[in-house]
């Protein structure tokens, strides 16, 4: 059973903007904190982004000022709004809890590129 399902990546030029979804079911969503991760080629992946319940955010100094999470309770989707980028966004991105995090999901790929 998917339990949560990226989207909204693709292939973008520097400067352009893109906003990631998250669908996640109930179960893993409802009253949790959830977070956006990233994995470039060759590097772990790692938390860029936390919105918690109540929708307080936290950032990664890498993203900061750049990047805007947001979530949709009665939808049980996070988004990622992901404006101003470079080539080094590029990575596979995803989301789950933002701890004790569930199965993952496939991700969605974000290239930026000329």
């Known amino acids: 059973q998917v339990q949560l399902v990226e989207s909204g990546g693709g292939l973008v030029q520097p400067g352009g903007s893109l906003r990631l979804s998250c669908a996640a079911s109930?179960?893993?969503?409802?009253?949790?904190?959830m977070g956006w991760y990233r994995q470039a080629p060759g590097k772990q992946r790692g938390m860029i982004a936390s919105?918690?319940?109540?929708?307080?955010?936290n950032y990664a100094d890498s993203v900061k000022g750049r990047f805007t999470i947001s979530r949709d309770n009665a939808k049980n989707t996070v988004y990622l709004q992901m404006n101003s980028l470079k080539p080094e966004h590029t990575a596979v991105y995803y989301c789950?809890?933002?701890?004790?995090?569930?199965?993952w999901g496939q991700g969605t790929r974000v290239t930026v590129s000329s």
């Open positions: 789950n809890r933002a701890c004790s995090r569930a199965s």
């Open positions: 919105i918690t319940s109540g929708g307080s955010t």
């Open positions: 109930g179960s893993i969503f409802s009253g949790q904190a």
